[in-house]
């Protein structure tokens, strides 16, 4: 064989393009798994820290105050409570429309309550049923029905002039104890 036959020279130019295509393939899929493995590590760093928000099944028990997080409620539920973003809804409301018979919870006693994200849907869903109109006291039901976003009540008066004179009471009864209270030193 010759140094300088044109076939070993072709075949030996072949081989190291075949190398260098196989190098860059290389290189190209030793990224791609490098920037898949750095994806994973920070993805589960945050998973770890307890940052990503929390999955569960429907009936899931969750306290209140978890359940005051849920994203129905516009909140963020996450591993960690301290990620928690408490949504429209408090704890003391989910409480309260348990007190009242509204909401269904899971558990016996007063203190550990808990709810599921079902129970809240079908509470949700039993509050969207009921429209809330006020009725007139002084007439019947099928006369004077006026819709809940109305300003105005029965009588006509602006429910912001009913707080101000709410308001001005409360002033006079605080002004009369403060008064009463300074006479008896």
């Known amino acids: ?6 076939s070993l020279l072709d075949d030996t130019r072949k081989l190291m393009a075949d190398m260098d295509e196989a190098y860059v393939e290389f290189v190209v899929a030793t990224d791609q798994i490098s920037n898949s493995l750095r994806d994973a590590v920070v993805c589960l760093t945050r998973e770890t820290s307890g940052a990503e928000p929390r999955d569960f099944l429907p ?6 105050e978890d359940a005051a997080c849920l994203p129905i409620f516009g909140g963020r539920l996450c591993g960690d409570p301290t990620f928690n973003r408490q949504g429209n809804v408090s704890a003391k409301v989910l409480r309260d429309a348990i007190n009242d018979g509204h909401l269904g919870h899971v558990g016996l006693n007063r203190k550990n309550r808990k709810v599921t994200l079902e129970l809240i849907e079908q509470w949700i869903a039993s509050c969207q049923e009921q429209p809330n109109l006020r009725i007139s006291s002084g007439s019947s039901q099928n006369t004077t029905r006026l819709q809940a976003s109305s300003s105005r009540t029965a009588t006509g008066q602006s429910s912001t002039s009913r707080s101000s004179r709410a308001l001005d009471a409360a002033l006079s009864i605080v002004t009369k104890l403060r008064k009463s209270g300074s006479n008896t030193k």
């Open 59 to 64: 009936n899931t028990p969750l306290s209140l």
């Open 1 to 6: 064989m010759n140094e300088d036959d044109p």
